[in-house]
């Protein structure tokens, strides 16, 4: 009888200790899945940093379980989510759709006032300096090199005078 007891308890010791396994690997796929869609999504959308897209859009992120469409019955097969908060364009007011990761950092680009510091602009870097060819000194007057060395030293090839 002693046995059976022993028996029992080392058995339920082991499903116990499974379960807890079963659940750790889980929440690991589940994070690893989330965390790679939306690094994935972030760095194809110019992010700087897709840590910092990861940490914003993370608590909002699930794994969902893909159904058939014609049976209705669950595949097996999963997809990452987003719901995303959204104002409505008829009322105004906020609502959370769902999107991809692609689709939410999309959408996370266009809104500047909100995300514009996250992403690499796609605007051209304007020059500080005049980016002109450099000047043949062998061609110019003695008057015109002096005029070229005080206004534009740069194009003789001159680092600019630091007043």
């Given at each position: 009888?002693?046995?059976?007891n022993?028996?029992?308890?080392?058995?339920?010791?082991?499903?116990?200790?499974?379960?807890?396994?079963?659940?750790?690997?889980?929440r690991?796929y589940?994070?690893?899945?989330?965390?790679?869609?939306?690094?994935?999504?972030?760095?194809a959308?110019?992010?700087?940093?897709?840590?910092?897209?990861?940490a914003l859009?993370?608590?909002m992120t699930?794994?969902?379980?893909?159904?058939?469409?014609?049976?209705?019955?669950?595949?097996?097969?999963f997809?990452?989510v987003?719901?995303?908060?959204?104002?409505s364009s008829?009322t105004?007011k906020?609502?959370t759709?769902?999107?991809?990761?692609?689709e939410?950092?999309k959408?996370?680009?266009?809104?500047?006032?909100?995300?514009?510091?996250?992403?690499?602009?796609?605007?051209?870097k304007?020059?500080?300096?005049?980016?002109?060819?450099?000047i043949?000194?062998?061609?110019?007057?003695?008057?015109?090199?002096?005029?070229?060395?005080?206004?534009?030293?740069?194009?003789?090839g001159?680092r600019?005078?630091?007043?």
């Amino acid at each position: 009888m002693n046995d059976k007891n022993s028996n029992a308890e080392q058995l339920e010791e082991r499903v116990a200790t499974a379960e807890q396994e079963a659940q750790q690997w889980e929440r690991r796929y589940k994070e690893a899945t989330i965390s790679h869609a939306l690094k994935d999504a972030a760095a194809a959308q110019g992010a700087f940093n897709a840590e910092q897209v990861v940490a914003l859009l993370r608590g909002m992120t699930k794994l969902v379980e893909i159904t058939d469409k014609a049976t209705g019955k669950p595949t097996d097969q999963f997809k990452v989510v987003v719901d995303f908060p959204e104002t409505s364009s008829k009322t105004g007011k906020p609502v959370t759709v769902e999107k991809t990761p692609e689709e939410a950092v999309k959408r996370m680009k266009e809104l500047p006032g909100t995300y514009g510091n996250l992403f690499v602009s796609g605007a051209p870097k304007k020059s500080t300096t005049k980016q002109q060819d450099p000047i043949d000194v062998r061609t110019l007057t003695p008057a015109q090199y002096r005029e070229i060395r005080n206004t534009n030293p740069e194009r003789l090839g001159l680092r600019p005078a630091y007043r």
